[in-house]
Structures are given as C-alpha cells and as structure tokens.
C-alpha cells in the first residue's frame, strides 16, 4: 500500500508518543531496545484474558519496555494509553490495595509490583525475579516515567458526588461494566443495572465501627429515561417484593434505590434503610451543588 | 417454548438458594447443606505428599509420579498402576497430552514426564504420543488422537474466574476470543467440537502449585502461589473444576482471613453443568477421595 491509512498513522503517532515517555535509561537501568506495542485487537497476544480488564476501559496502546542491568534481574515496563484520565484512574482502581507508592498521580507497591497512574496513562513496574533491593528500583523507574508525563489529568468527576464522611478513600472503584461490579460487590450474573461503555459508574466503601460496611453506587446514565429504566430493570430483578426500592436483605441490612435525573443511586448493607437513605440523599445534595 | 432462566442476585446467596459451583467465587461461602439429588456422586481423587516440592523448590519427579499412579489407582480403583492406566488407554490409541504452557505457572515438566511414561508403558508407540498446548491445532498427533489426557495447573483467571480443566481446550480453537463472553461461559462448548468430543479419558489438575489470587497486568503476583503439593484427579472436568474453584476460595480465606471474590466468576463451570452436560458443578454430588499428606488440605 503506498499511502498510511490515517489511523495507522495516528497509531504511529501513539507509538512515538509513547517511546517518548520512557527513558532510555534510569540509573544503571538500560532499554534493550526491544520495545513491543499492542492495541486493543493485539494485546491478547501479550497478556490472554487479562487484556479484557483494560479492554472494558477506552485502552487505546501498550507499550512494553524492557531495562536491563548487569547482577539485577531484568526491569518490565508497561505503559497503557487509556484514553483518558477517567479511564487511567479506573484501571488503576480496579486493584488498588496495597500501599502508597508515592509516584505519579495515584500508585500501589506490593509483591513486587508498582502499579501507577498519571494524566491519562497507567504504568506497570516490575521485575522479573525477586531480589533484594529491586523495591528501590522501581520507584525510582516509576518516578522517573511519571515525571516525563507531563500533562496531568484528573479523577472522574462522579467521585466529587460521593459524601465524604466515613468514606474509604481506598476503596473507591470507577467503571463502566456490570463484571467490574461484580468483582468488587457481586450483585447478579446479568446485568441488572444496565451496566455498558456509556454508563459511568463509582462504587466506594463507608464504614464505622458501629455500622459495619456500607456501600454506596452512583451511576451515570446517558439520559433520565435510561437511568429510571435501569432502576426499573433493577427492582424486579434484586427486590420483587419491594415496589418502593427499598428493601431489607436476607443478611438484615438495607438495600435503597434512587433515581435522581440521569443517576441511579443504591446504597447497600445499611444496618438501618435511614442511613441507607441519608447516603443517598446526601449524593443528591452534591449533585445538585455541582450543576 | 424455551424456559425462561431465573436472574441470580446476590440475595440467593444470602438466602442460600444457590448452591452449586456458582457459589464459591463470590465472597459468601457455601450455604446451609440442603437436600442433594438423588444422583450418584462423582469421584475425584486428592493426592499430596509434602515432599514433592524440594528445598530448592524443584519438584521430585519420582515422588510426582508415585503420587498420579496412586491417584489414578484410586480412581479407576485399580491396585497395580499399569493396569489402572491399560483401564483407561489402549496400545492402539493416539494420544494427545494437553499440557498448559503459561510461562508463570505452566503444567510441570514432571507431570507431563509422568504422564507420557505410563501412557508409553501402556504399550502406545512414543511417535503416537505428544503433548503440546499452544501448537495444538497444527499438530498431527492431536488431530488424529483417539485419546487426551488434559492436564494443567489449578489458578484463577482474569476473565474466566479460574483456569482449570474446562478452559484448557482453549487452545482447541482458532477463535478464542469468541468464548470470551459474559466471562467465558461458552467455553465447555469447546469440548463439542470433534477435535476432542469424547476423546478425553483422564483430567489432572495439578496442585503442586496453585494461584488463588490474581493481580497486575499479567494476573500473576507471587504472594498469592502457594505450594499445596497435590494433584486433582478424575474423569470429570466439571466436578474437578467446581472442587478447584472451591479451594481457590478456601486458599484466599486461609491468606487474607476473609474471602475475595474472584475477578470474575466462574460460571463457566456452572453454564458446562448446566447447559453443555459437560459434568456435575454441583459440590454436593462430588466425593473427594482423599490420599496421603493432608494437612492444611482445607478441602
């Protein structure tokens, strides 16, 4: 073919963009110059079913760098173009559960792994064997990537709308997709709430010592009428014997449901449907502050 | 006119509706014991023996094979190892040994060794023997095969909930993003294509290390391998599946003192009960047979 397509073209550019991020070298760390890249159609090629995590989100390019250093065990970058921040965020929240590894916007170190989000990339850090000081090593690789992403982004905006107090800042999950609810609060095996690429979704923890876990989803529908659909589709399926979205669970706690405008808003495992109704009210009140 | 299915919530587990296989992904444990179907129970046989994995962490290839002959034995309840292995392939067949090849936690060498020897002492020529994982569909010994043995280790799976038995046939075809639907729930259909429609003979899951967790970009986080030293034995991938997911679970509860749900669940397991008849997810139809090394087995 004599002529780039534009969208290999834009890919290329993706490409370079990319390169661009990673060093060359990091202290004694250097490429081998074997970059691999995978886009959303090739990327199973790389990590098989794992590719569908950041599939579910707007992935748009893998970079895969390779660092090497005599007497240490070989450095494996991997950089994701998300698309966006909300998106970079997202994957980054999927999973984070470990400690604050102090890099890029939002990051996570634990088994070996950095995991870090910055603008509208997520970066893997990692080694290929354990060795003693390898920790050091790739925060220092994680820092010197973030600082190179220059454009910060920002967390999606649905987060603002989440009361504050007894939040679990940890615990917040951003998402489109019913099966990323599933992973962190199993609700049903179909997708219940209508759940799609245009739902905007975030699911996060409150908690007490007297009140045990609650959680709180807010979802972002496209229009009002999706929205009240969704919770229509939802109250038949998860409380038939409920005509007001209210319901109390066979564990003793509190399912409430509310549809506000464009949002469906369900707080579960209240211990008392007041406070699973106050959760909601207080979403409400900032969604209404934020227009 | 098609029944229609019921919408399992989360509620049916609080309640304790739901008890099969679908259960043991989800973070709630197993209900109550409820009555059990009338049906016979299917055998799996658990083998460990807590030396097989050495102090360098290499595995001892002559206790792994001591272990799969006694499990086979149990299995086919058959005292002399050989005999047990003549009940399940003739000298006739072409024998395909579906291994896994995932560079992390791949089928061991030592199992796959274990395996063709005996199929090899059974009397079958080693040039109508292979085992292969990825090259599968160009492999003449696989397209031709009469029999396979399925062997692979026990982890969990990003997009399937776990890796076992079921999803080995992955490789079987040429398409395998089409199975990856409402979390590779097609899957068991696979075992309907004529490549392997009732060729399969014997399933092994090896335990010897198994990935209850999952995290990162590859799904693979050392902290969460453990070295159960065991393999799962039977005829049936569903029931071995089902026992696998149930561990899986019990390994996370052991580890983190509470259970996590899996990324995704594995109703892949359940669907190949259910609507393939591929086997019995049911945990209450499955007997384990339980053999050697058993502390910490937590099944």
């Known amino acids: 073919m004599g002529t780039m397509s534009a969208s290999s073209a834009d890919k290329d550019g993706k490409k370079m963009e990319m390169k661009r991020l990673l060093p060359l070298k990091v202290g004694s760390y250097q490429s081998d110059g074997k970059d691999e890249s995978y886009d959303r159609n090739t990327t199973f090629r790389y990590m098989d079913g794992a590719a569908e995590l950041y599939r579910s989100?707007?992935?748009?390019?893998?970079?895969?760098?390779?660092?090497l250093k005599a007497g240490q065990p070989p450095i494996i970058v991997e950089v994701f173009d998300m698309g966006s921040s909300e998106d970079a965020f997202g994957v980054f929240s999927y999973e984070a559960q470990d400690e604050e590894g102090g890099v890029g916007q939002g990051s996570d170190y634990g088994g070996g792994l950095l995991r870090v989000w910055k603008g509208k990339y997520f970066f893997n850090v990692y080694a290929e064997q354990e060795a003693p000081s390898i920790k050091q090593d790739l925060l220092e690789m994680g820092k010197a990537i973030a600082k190179s992403i220059k454009i910060e982004g920002h967390k999606p905006k649905l987060m603002n709308d989440l009361p504050k107090e007894g939040l679990i800042e940890r615990s917040i999950r951003y998402f489109h997709l019913s099966h990323h609810l599933n992973h962190h609060y199993f609700l049903s095996h179909e997708n219940i709430l209508r759940l799609g690429a245009q739902t905007n979704a975030v699911l996060a923890s409150y908690s007490s010592p007297t009140e045990g876990k609650i959680f709180l989803l807010l979802i972002q529908y496209s229009t009002q009428k999706l929205a009240k659909e969704?919770?229509?589709?939802?109250?038949?399926?998860?409380?038939?014997?409920?005509?007001?979205?209210?319901?109390?669970?066979?564990?003793?706690?509190?399912?409430?449901?509310?549809?506000?405008?464009?949002?469906?808003?369900?707080?579960?495992?209240?211990p008392l449907q007041e406070r699973g109704e106050a959760l909601i009210q207080a979403t409400i009140k900032n969604l209404e502050e934020r227009k | 006119m098609r029944k229609k299915?019921?919408?399992?919530?989360?509620?049916?587990?609080?309640?304790?509706?739901?008890?099969?296989?679908?259960?043991?992904?989800?973070?709630?444990?197993?209900?109550?014991?409820?009555?059990?179907?009338?049906?016979e129970k299917v055998k799996v046989v658990l083998i460990r023996d807590e030396n097989v994995i050495g102090q360098q962490g290499r595995i001892d290839p002559d206790i792994l094979q001591n272990m799969l002959d006694q499990g086979v034995s149990s299995l086919v309840e058959e005292e002399n190892p050989l005999q047990a292995w003549k009940k399940l392939i003739k000298p006739t067949?072409?024998?395909?040994?579906?291994?896994?090849?995932?560079?992390?936690?791949?089928?061991?060498?030592?199992?796959?060794?274990?395996?063709?020897?005996?199929?090899?002492?059974?009397?079958?020529?080693?040039?109508?023997?292979?085992?292969?994982?990825?090259?599968?569909?160009?492999?003449?010994?696989?397209?031709?095969?009469?029999?396979?043995?399925?062997?692979?280790?026990?982890?969990?799976?990003?997009?399937a909930g776990i890796g076992g038995c079921i999803k080995n046939y992955i490789m079987f075809t040429s398409t395998p993003w089409l199975y990856h639907s409402d979390a590779c729930s097609p899957l068991a259909s696979i075992w309907n294509k004529p490549v392997v429609k009732g060729k399969t003979r014997?399933?092994?899951?090896?335990?010897?290390?198994?990935?209850?967790?999952?995290?990162?970009?590859?799904?693979?986080?050392?902290r969460y391998v453990s070295d159960y030293k065991g393999l799962l034995i039977g005829k049936d991938p569903v029931a071995l599946d089902a026992i696998g997911a149930r561990l899986?679970?019990?390994?996370?509860?052991?580890?983190?003192?509470?259970?996590?749900?899996?990324?995704?669940?594995?109703?892949?397991?359940?669907?190949?009960?259910?609507?393939?008849?591929?086997?019995?997810?049911?945990?209450?139809?499955?007997?384990?047979?339980?053999?050697?090394?058993?502390?910490?087995?937590?099944?």
């Open chain 2, 93 to 159: 067949d072409i024998v395909g040994i579906k291994s896994n090849a995932w560079n992390p936690l791949p089928t061991p060498k030592e199992l796959e060794a274990a395996i063709e020897k005996r199929v090899l002492e059974v009397g079958v020529p080693k040039k109508n023997i292979s085992i292969d994982d990825r090259g599968v569909l160009d492999n003449k010994v696989f397209l031709s095969s009469t029999a396979l043995i399925n062997a692979r280790p026990l982890r969990t799976h990003h997009w």
């Open chain 1, 230 to 270: 969704a919770l229509q589709s939802f109250v038949k399926a998860y409380m038939p014997d409920s005509s007001s979205g209210v319901i109390k669970t066979e564990n003793g706690r509190w399912a409430v449901s509310r549809v506000h405008q464009k949002y469906l808003i369900v707080s579960f495992d209240a």
């Open chain 1, 57 to 67: 989100y707007a992935f748009k390019l893998l970079m895969v760098r390779r660092y």
């Open chain 2, 202 to 222: 014997l399933n092994i899951l090896s335990l010897i290390r198994t990935q209850f967790y999952g995290r990162g970009a590859h799904f693979f986080d050392r």
């Open chain 2, 5 to 39: 299915s019921k919408v399992i919530t989360r509620r049916d587990f609080l309640r304790g509706t739901v008890y099969t296989a679908f259960a043991t992904s989800m973070g709630l444990g197993l209900p109550n014991e409820k009555e059990v179907r009338a049906e």
């Open chain 2, 248 to 299: 899986l679970q019990l390994q996370r509860v052991a580890h983190f003192g509470e259970d996590r749900p899996l990324d995704t669940t594995p109703n892949h397991i359940f669907v190949a009960d259910e609507k393939y008849k591929l086997g019995v997810s049911d945990l209450r139809r499955i007997e384990v047979v339980k053999l050697g090394w058993m502390e910490g087995a937590l099944i």
